[in-house]
């Protein structure tokens, strides 16, 4: 049988319950998780949630049954459509080629950016992000990416494309290809 | 003789504790033996554990050789009874899918170096030192003998980032 495919992003100051209310909802309506990510920012608890469900729900009506989360807990909450096609793509993904990548160093403008430019100009795809930045007299700013880039980019083209561009912008980095064991 | 169907998770038998094997007779030849047909009947298979195929005894067989990534030290095809870690040295985080948790991949801490002793099929007791692929394959089949899925040394992504804390 078909199933019907939701993007939910909730976002809200930090508080116990969050979780819980977002997937009472979900369970209460007859919703399947069916892919997740959920973590901190600053004091920001922020959800992304792929859901499915067997009967076609209206964006608006999917809105409504999170209006005690909304409120109760004071969350923002939005609801996109995820059409077939787009599912279907993801299914036809050709095997992965992937690394962990780091980049750090004293904060500046930028860096975010000329990292993710570089990359899209080689089509290699960020899967994973994750940035972060110290506190204090002179803030480290650290970068840490899994990217899926083509075949034809092995570590060591990899490494060359990261340390034009970190010298640039006067950071380092590390590249480490992502093996992964079938046992 | 045939290889036999994997036991797919969540079958309850990939959670148990295997026995250890005391005497090596007809019935446990039988069970290695079949251990080895079905790691060779899986091309990619580099490494099984008994109670994949649905026997709770502490056998394993391995084949890091079958891998390019464990070509440089491996070695080769083994079956192992009674398989023990004796001492580990170094960390590195490997990315493990399992035949009995298909479609699921995760991040994993495991020893660089190990050491191991078995028994062989002879009965004689062996020992050697190994690193890298061969030395992961190892131990994620022993965790197989003791019902340790990798799934539960999956090692959450965000913490690969330092966590917010105040030192002083």
Known sequence: MKNFFYAITVIGKDKPGIVAGVAEVLYEKGFSIEDSSSTLLKDQFSMIL??????????????????????????????????????????????????????????????????SDEFAKHKINIVDLRTRVTKGENPLYVMIMEVDAPHDITEETLTKLLNKTCSKLGVDYSVRKVETYEL | MPAKDIVVYPDKRLKEVCRPIENIDEDILNRARDLLETMRFYSHSVGIASPQIGNLVRIIAVDASKNKKGLKVNHGELIMLN?????????????????????????????????????????????????????VVLQHEIDHLDGILFIDRIISKNTDLFKRKNYR
């Open chain 1, 50 to 115: 792929i859901v499915s469900v067997k009967e076609n729900i209206s964006i608006l009506e999917l809105k409504k049954s999170f209006y005690k989360v909304r409120t109760d807990l004071n969350m923002s909450v939005s609801v996109r459509r995820i059409e077939t096609e787009e599912l279907k793509e993801l299914e036809n993904k050709r095997e992965e080629n992937l690394f962990m990548v780091s980049v750090y160093g004293s904060d500046k403008p930028g860096i975010v950016y000329g990292v």
């Open chain 2, 83 to 135: 398989p023990e870690i004796l001492d580990w040295q170094s960390i590195i985080k490997t990315r493990e899918g399992c035949m009995s948790v298909p479609d699921y991949t995760g991040n994993v801490n495991r020893a660089r170096k190990v050491s191991v002793k078995y028994i062989d099929l002879e009965g004689n007791e062996q020992q050697f030192d190994t690193e890298g692929f061969e030395a």
